[in-house]
């Protein structure tokens, strides 16, 4: 089992960007898959991004696609989320999610509590 805590979500003006970070407990983090989702309000959780837990493969929403990188540093549990050119459409509670699993399975997912990002235009 591993418990995730996102930090680092904020109020940033559109074209602006900001780094999510994900803290996972226990010893066995780089035995997950892990990534990102988004739930904005009114809306169904989607995806945003994965990276793999063997070759770090990556993997992203069209919507966010040269905009947004995903990382993970197994040795300090964390995964990051770089967020760069933000548009208002990216306006959303967060999610961190990790999968026992070599590719992100959202339905056996360890999910942590969100954190907000707010883009104004």
């Known amino acids: 089992q591993v418990q995730l805590v996102e930090s680092g979500g904020g109020l940033v003006q559109a074209g602006g960007s900001l780094r999510l970070s994900c803290s996972g407990s226990?010893?066995?983090?780089?035995?997950?898959?892990m990534g990102w989702f988004r739930q904005a309000p009114g809306k169904e959780r989607e995806f945003v991004a994965q990276i793999t837990r063997n070759d770090f493969s990556t993997y992203y929403a069209d919507s966010v696609k040269g905009r947004f990188t995903i990382s993970r540093n197994n040795a300090e549990n964390t995964l990051y989320l770089q967020m760069n050119s933000l548009k208002p459409e990216d306006t959303a509670l967060y999610y961190c999610?990790?999968?026992?699993?070599?590719?992100?399975?959202?339905?056996?997912?360890?999910w942590g509590q969100g954190t907000q990002v707010t883009v104004s235009s």
């Open positions: 226990g010893r066995t983090f780089s035995s997950y898959a």
């Open positions: 999610a990790a999968s026992n699993s070599i590719f992100l399975n959202a339905e056996s997912a360890y």
